[in-house]
T-cell receptor
């Protein structure tokens, strides 16, 4: 069975601060995929990143960066120089190879205070 | 690319009526679509997996006669909430999955259903 844990239920930071959202996963499979999605107040889930289990390289996209560490089964997401538009609920998700279903974490509600 | 639309975005109906929600992949073909339900401040709950041309696979506890799913083409899946009741009020989100090595679920904007 697989599981995704997002221990931070809610985070508030002042604009321009950096913030890291934690994601810890459990799976017995050796091949799997990790995802992050953003859900702004409008409700739509926006795909942010997909990472394969065999690719541990960290990724940076603008103000967003992701730290994938298999040793600790973590896939953390950092936003640098946060902006008000970053306010949203962020979901981490896991999909095992050969399984089309996503296992979601419970989400982290991020509020950026102007 | 990978745009998924959902219609309607919001619907209010009377108890006992049926409501149909459409999910379309606009710029790709999706052999698999998924239907989720989300309660306020909670995560997404998978209701069913829909494959084109075959019957949907429902998750445990989801009534298939209550939530009818039809995946008529590679770009369209529909969810019909039959004889809706106030407890069916929720946010319904669909997703469509791309195929191949970069398989990823892309989500629609969601449908907010309110049953009076």
């Amino acid at each position: 069975a697989q599981k995704v844990t997002q221990a931070q239920t809610e985070i508030s930071v002042v604009e321009k601060e950096d913030v890291t959202l934690d994601c810890v996963y459990e799976t017995r499979d050796t091949t799997y995929y990790l995802f992050w999605y953003k859900q702004p107040p409008s409700g739509e889930l926006v795909f942010l990143i997909r990472r394969n289990s065999f690719d541990e390289q960290n990724e940076i996209s603008g103000r967003y960066s992701w730290n994938f560490q298999k040793s600790t089964s973590s896939f953390n997401f950092t936003i640098t120089a946060s902006q008000v538009v970053d306010s949203a609920v962020y979901f981490c998700a896991l999909r095992n190879f050969g399984n089309e279903k996503l296992t979601f974490g419970t989400g982290t509600r991020l509020t950026i205070i102007p | 690319g990978a745009v998924v639309s959902q219609h309607p975005s919001r619907v209010i109906c009377k108890s006992g009526t049926s409501v149909k929600i459409e999910c379309r992949s606009l710029d790709f073909q999706a052999t698999t679509m998924f239907w989720y339900r989300q309660f306020p401040k909670q995560s997404l709950m998978l209701m069913a997996t829909s494959n084109e041309g075959s019957k949907a696979t429902y998750e445990q506890g989801v009534e298939k006669d209550k939530f009818l799913i039809n995946h008529a083409s590679l770009t369209l899946s529909t969810l019909t909430v039959t004889s809706a009741h106030p407890e069916d009020s929720s946010f319904y989100i669909c997703s469509a999955s791309t195929s191949g090595a970069q398989e990823t679920q892309y989500f629609g904007p969601g449908t907010r259903l309110l049953v009076l």
